[in-house]
């Protein structure tokens, strides 16, 4: 393994280490400081911190499927795309930057989730915003990880497109 090879793979560890430690982190506080369903509000009321434990996936999605299919559901697939996204990152050294940066927060945050799962039974949520007509789910670190992570690709993505058909004109 060359020295910028290893270098890539402490970069890529860490930023997902950073990921699932905030995450982890922030959860463990939450839980042992929030009652369940209390509300504390911050920010003028936009912003609201708040105990749940969601059985669920993203919104609770899923919570009333049968057990075992929740199971293969929430934590088998979750677990597969995860691997398959280390392995995916590891191998393409093309990868750009902040391609790799966005990858690393989706897994990251998506390990954060997956573990309460697999360890818990659940995943706390505690976030909740409100500006105006913009309101959200409860949420928690690990979903804006993985949000920004997509955010990041997509983004970079249509960037890249853009200017490429820029270029094309030329």
């Known amino acids: 393994m060359t020295t910028k090879n290893l270098i890539r793979a402490i ?23 929030v009652h369940p369903y209390q509300m504390i509000h911050v920010l003028n009321d936009h912003i609201m911190v708040t105990r749940v434990e ?13 057990n075992s299919f929740k199971h293969i559901l929430l934590r088998v697939f979750p677990l597969i795309v995860i691997s398959l996204g280390l392995l995916y990152v590891f191998s ?12 690393c927060f989706v897994i990251g945050g998506g390990i954060g989730n997956v573990f309460d799962r697999v360890f818990r039974g659940s995943v706390t949520d505690f976030l909740y915003i409100k500006f ?8 928690n670190l690990a979903d804006v990880s993985i949000m920004s992570g997509m955010a990041i690709i997509l983004i970079e993505f249509f960037v890249k497109r853009k200017y490429s058909r820029f270029r094309e004109l030329e």
């Not at 969601?54 to 049968?66: I, Q, T, V, Y």
């Not at 750009?96 to 990858?103: D, E, H, N, R």
């Not at 105006?132 to 949420?139: D, E, P, R, V």
């Open 11 to 33: 970069l890529i560890f860490g930023l997902i280490a950073i990921s699932i430690g905030c995450d982890q982190v922030s959860k463990t506080i939450v839980r042992e400081t």
């Open 54 to 66: 969601n059985s669920g996936a993203f919104l609770s999605a899923g919570d009333s499927l049968p």
């Open 92 to 103: 393409q050294s093309f990868l750009s930057t902040k391609i790799l940066a966005g990858l």
């Open 132 to 139: 105006g007509f913009f309101h959200t789910g409860i949420f």
